[in-house]
């Protein structure tokens, strides 16, 4: 079983900055593909940036290239989402997510999520 809270989301200016966490629980945490979804009302959850067990390999949806970094720390138990140059687009429930898999996109292919943290980001 692997437990998944998220935290660091709020009001931010567009233009601004903010990161986003991920806590872990759970010995084989280090063993998942780790990825951040987001949803916006009325839409569809979408991928947003997933990384690799060892933290070698990420992608990124084109939406977010360039401006956001997924990072994660194994010995702390910890996925991270650094958001750079937000738009107002960015506005949604961002949710951390593990997976079993590897080239991992999809919602019903992660396995654990997290509550979700609110991030809005104002114009």
């Known amino acids: 079983q692997v437990q998944l809270v998220e935290s660091g989301g709020g009001l931010v200016q567009a233009g601004g900055s903010l990161r986003l966490s991920c806590a872990a629980s759970?010995?084989?945490?280090?063993?998942?593909?780790m990825g951040w979804f987001r949803q916006a009302p009325g839409k569809e959850r979408e991928f947003v940036a997933r990384i690799s067990w060892s933290g070698s390999s990420t992608y990124y949806a084109d939406s977010v290239k360039g401006r956001f970094t997924i990072s994660r720390d194994n010995g702390k138990n910890m996925v991270y989402l650094q958001m750079n140059s937000p738009k107002a687009e960015d506005t949604a429930v961002y949710y951390c997510?593990?997976?079993?898999?590897?080239?991992?996109?999809?919602?019903?292919?992660?396995?654990?999520w997290g509550q979700g943290t609110q991030v809005t980001v104002s114009s």
């Open positions: 759970g010995r084989t945490f280090s063993s998942y593909t």
């Open positions: 997510a593990a997976s079993g898999g590897l080239r991992v996109t999809r919602p019903d292919e992660y396995n654990y």
